[in-house]
C-alpha cells in the first residue's frame, strides 16, 4: 500500500503513530525475549527474530496491511535514530568490556593468540572468496561500489565476527563463565571482534575514500583520534572521575561518559567512519578503577538504556529483511555463507585449539562457541546495508546466518559440554585447555 494512503487512513498526528509503532516493536521484543528464554535460548534472539517478524518476511503475507499498520513507514526514520542511540549506547559497553585480563599465563597467551588469529583468519579468506564468486548475483543498483573488491573484504570481515555479548550471556547460563573453556572462549572472542573491527574500519576506509588523497586523509585522520583517547582522553577521564575528587560521583560520571560516546561517535563519523566506531573506542579507554570505586552502577545503567532501545535497532533491520524475496539465488547465497560461516569458524577454533593442547572434547566446545554471531553480526551487516557494499538479498541470507549460527550454538554446546552449576569463588580461570597445572 502506498506510503500516502496508510498515513491517510490512519489518522492520527505523527507523535501518536510514532508512539504506536515503539509499543508494538518494545511488546513483540518483550514477548519474544521470554520465548526465547524458555526454549533455553539467549533473550537477544528472541528480540532479533521479532525484529524479522515485523517485517515483510511474515506480515506482508497476512491481510489487512500489518506491515506498513503496525510500524507505519512515517515512523521508520524516527526509529532508525532511536535504533542508532542504542547502537552507540550498546557498542560504549562492549568497548567498556573489552579486557584479556582474566588470561595472564603465557600459555594461555599463545592459545588465545593462535585460536583467535586462525578462526579469525580462515572464515576471512573464504568470505572474500564468496564475495568474489557472489558479486555477479547482486544487485548492482543497490551497491555504491564499483567492482568486486568492496563487497568481498566486507563478507571476509561479517563472517570473521564472533557475538561476545551473546557469548558471555551463554558462558553465565551455562555456569561455564570461570570455566576455563569459558575465560578463553570469551578471550578469542574479544581478540575476534577487536580484528574485526579493524578490519571493518579498513575496509570502510577504502569504499568511501574517492582515492588516495582521502584514503590517507582518513587513516590518518583515524589514527590521531585513537592517539587522542589513549594519551589525553584516557588520562582525562582518570583525574576527572577520581573519587579523591569533591566532585566525585554517579551524576558527573554518568554525564560524563554519555557525553563522551556521543561525542566520539559524531568524530568517526566526521572522519568518514561509522558512530560505532567511536563508541567501541571510548568504552575501551574509560579507567575501570575510578569507574568502580566512585559510581560502579553507571555503566550498568547505560547498558540497560541501550537494551531498551536494542529492539528497535532490531525492527529497523527486519524490515530489510525480506526472506520470500529471496529466490533460488538467495537460497543458494545463504546456504553458501552459512557453510563458509561454520566450516571457516569450526575449522580454524578447532585446528588451533588441538594444535595448542585442548582435547577433541575442550577443541570440539571451542569451535561451536566461537561460531556465535548474534547481535555484532547484525551491526556490522547493517554499516555493509549502508555502505552500499551489499544488496538486500545478500544482507537478507547474512542475517539469516547470523540467527542460524546463534541459535545452534546453545544446543549442541549442551551435547559437547553439558551445563554445570556456576564455578566456586575463587576457581582459576587463566589456566589454558588442558594444562594439569
Given at each position: 500500500?502506498?506510503?500516502?494512503?496508510?498515513?491517510?487512513?490512519?489518522?492520527?498526528?505523527?507523535?501518536?503513530?510514532?508512539?504506536?509503532?515503539?509499543?508494538?516493536?518494545?511488546?513483540?521484543?518483550?514477548?519474544?525475549?521470554?520465548?526465547?528464554?524458555?526454549?533455553?535460548?539467549?533473550?537477544?534472539?528472541?528480540?532479533i527474530v521479532g525484529g524479522i517478524l515485523l517485517g515483510p518476511s511474515l506480515l506482508s503475507l497476512?491481510?489487512?496491511?500489518?506491515?506498513?499498520?503496525?510500524?507505519?513507514?512515517?515512523?521508520?526514520?524516527?526509529?532508525?535514530?532511536?535504533?542508532?542511540?542504542?547502537?552507540?549506547?550498546?557498542?560504549?559497553?562492549?568497548?567498556?568490556?573489552?579486557?584479556?585480563?582474566?588470561?595472564?599465563?603465557?600459555?594461555?597467551?599463545?592459545?588465545?593468540?593462535?585460536?583467535?588469529?586462525?578462526?579469525?583468519?580462515?572464515?576471512?579468506?573464504?568470505?572474500?572468496?564468496?564475495?568474489?564468486?557472489?558479486?555477479?548475483?547482486?544487485?548492482?543498483?543497490?551497491?555504491?561500489?564499483?567492482?568486486?573488491?568492496?563487497?568481498?573484504?566486507?563478507?571476509?570481515?561479517?563472517?570473521?565476527?564472533?557475538?561476545?555479548?551473546?557469548?558471555?550471556?551463554?558462558?553465565?547460563?551455562?555456569?561455564?563463565?570461570?570455566?576455563p573453556l569459558g575465560a578463553l572462549s570469551l578471550a578469542c572472542a574479544a581478540v575476534q571482534d577487536?580484528?574485526?573491527?579493524?578490519?571493518?574500519?579498513?575496509?570502510?576506509?577504502?569504499?568511501?575514500?574517492?582515492?588516495?588523497?582521502?584514503?590517507?586523509?582518513?587513516?590518518?585522520?583515524?589514527?590521531?583520534?585513537?592517539?587522542?583517547?589513549?594519551?589525553?582522553?584516557?588520562?582525562?577521564?582518570?583525574?576527572?572521575?577520581?573519587?579523591?575528587?569533591?566532585?566525585?560521583?554517579?551524576?558527573?560520571?554518568?554525564?560524563?561518559?554519555?557525553?563522551?560516546?556521543?561525542?566520539?561517535?559524531?568524530?568517526?563519523?566526521?572522519?568518514?567512519?561509522?558512530?560505532?566506531?567511536?563508541?567501541?573506542?571510548?568504552?575501551?579507554?574509560?579507567?575501570?578503577?575510578?569507574?568502580?570505586?566512585?559510581?560502579?552502577?553507571?555503566?550498568?545503567?547505560?547498558?540497560?538504556?541501550?537494551?531498551?532501545?536494542?529492539?528497535?535497532?532490531?525492527?529497523?533491520?527486519?524490515?530489510?529483511?525480506?526472506?520470500?524475496?529471496?529466490?533460488?539465488?538467495?537460497?543458494?547465497?545463504?546456504?553458501?555463507?552459512?557453510?563458509?560461516?561454520?566450516?571457516?569458524?569450526?575449522?580454524?577454533?578447532?585446528?588451533?585449539?588441538?594444535?595448542t593442547g585442548a582435547t577433541p572434547r575442550e577443541a570440539t566446545a571451542l569451535g561451536v562457541l566461537?561460531?556465535?554471531?548474534?547481535?555484532?553480526?547484525?551491526?556490522?551487516?547493517?554499516?555493509?546495508?549502508?555502505?552500499?557494499?551489499?544488496?538486500?538479498?545478500?544482507?537478507?541470507?547474512?542475517?539469516?546466518?547470523?540467527?542460524?549460527?546463534?541459535?545452534?550454538?546453545?544446543?549442541?554446546?549442551?551435547?559437547?559440554?553439558?551445563?554445570?552449576?556456576?564455578?566456586?569463588?575463587?576457581?582459576?580461570?587463566?589456566?589454558?585447555?588442558?594444562?594439569?597445572?
Amino acid at each position: 500500500m502506498p506510503t500516502h494512503r496508510v498515513l491517510a487512513q490512519a489518522g492520527a498526528p505523527p507523535t501518536a503513530r510514532f508512539l504506536l509503532a515503539l509499543a508494538v516493536v518494545l511488546a513483540v521484543a518483550f514477548a519474544l525475549s521470554r520465548l526465547a528464554r524458555r526454549v533455553r535460548q539467549p533473550a537477544v534472539m528472541g528480540e532479533i527474530v521479532g525484529g524479522i517478524l515485523l517485517g515483510p518476511s511474515l506480515l506482508s503475507l497476512l491481510p489487512g496491511h500489518l506491515e506498513t499498520r503496525l510500524v507505519p513507514p512515517s515512523t521508520l526514520p524516527s526509529l532508525h535514530l532511536l535504533s542508532q542511540l542504542g547502537l552507540v549506547l550498546f557498542m560504549f559497553g562492549v568497548g567498556y568490556q573489552f579486557d584479556l585480563g582474566h588470561l595472564r599465563t603465557p600459555s594461555a597467551k599463545r592459545q588465545v593468540a593462535a585460536v583467535s588469529l586462525t578462526s579469525v583468519a580462515l572464515p576471512f579468506g573464504l568470505g572474500v572468496g564468496l564475495g568474489y564468486g557472489m558479486h555477479s548475483w547482486l544487485d548492482q543498483s543497490e551497491l555504491r561500489t564499483h567492482g568486486p573488491l568492496g563487497p568481498a573484504l566486507f563478507l571476509g570481515a561479517a563472517l570473521s565476527i564472533t557475538a561476545f555479548p551473546v557469548l558471555a550471556r551463554i558462558l553465565a547460563e551455562r555456569g561455564l563463565y570461570k570455566d576455563p573453556l569459558g575465560a578463553l572462549s570469551l578471550a578469542c572472542a574479544a581478540v575476534q571482534d577487536f580484528l574485526a573491527w579493524c578490519i571493518l574500519a579498513a575496509v570502510v576506509v577504502v569504499v568511501r575514500a574517492s582515492g588516495p588523497w582521502p584514503l590517507a586523509r582518513m587513516v590518518l585522520e583515524s589514527a590521531l583520534l585513537l592517539a587522542a583517547l589513549v594519551l589525553l582522553v584516557r588520562p582525562g577521564l582518570a583525574w576527572l572521575l577520581d573519587p579523591a575528587r569533591p566532585w566525585a560521583g554517579p551524576a558527573l560520571t554518568h554525564a560524563v561518559l554519555v557525553v563522551g560516546v556521543l561525542l566520539t561517535a559524531v568524530a568517526t563519523e566526521e572522519i568518514g567512519l561509522h558512530a560505532v566506531f567511536g563508541a567501541f573506542a571510548f568504552g575501551a579507554v574509560v579507567p575501570h578503577r575510578h569507574i568502580d570505586e566512585s559510581a560502579p552502577q553507571v555503566p550498568e545503567r547505560i547498558e540497560q538504556t541501550s537494551l531498551l532501545l536494542l529492539p528497535v535497532f532490531f525492527t529497523v533491520t527486519g524490515m530489510s529483511v525480506d526472506v520470500s524475496g529471496l529466490g533460488a539465488r538467495g537460497l543458494v547465497m545463504t546456504g553458501a555463507v552459512v557453510v563458509a560461516a561454520c566450516a571457516g569458524k569450526f575449522t580454524g577454533a578447532f585446528g588451533a585449539a588441538r594444535l595448542t593442547g585442548a582435547t577433541p572434547r575442550e577443541a570440539t566446545a571451542l569451535g561451536v562457541l566461537l561460531n556465535c554471531r548474534g547481535l555484532t553480526e547484525l551491526v556490522i551487516l547493517n554499516v555493509g546495508l549502508g555502505l552500499g557494499v551489499i544488496d538486500t538479498r545478500l544482507f537478507t541470507a547474512m542475517v539469516l546466518m547470523a540467527v542460524a549460527t546463534t541459535l545452534m550454538t546453545g544446543p549442541l554446546l549442551e551435547r559437547v559440554r553439558p551445563s554445570r552449576p556456576p564455578a566456586p569463588r575463587g576457581t582459576p580461570a587463566d589456566r589454558p585447555l588442558h594444562d594439569p597445572a
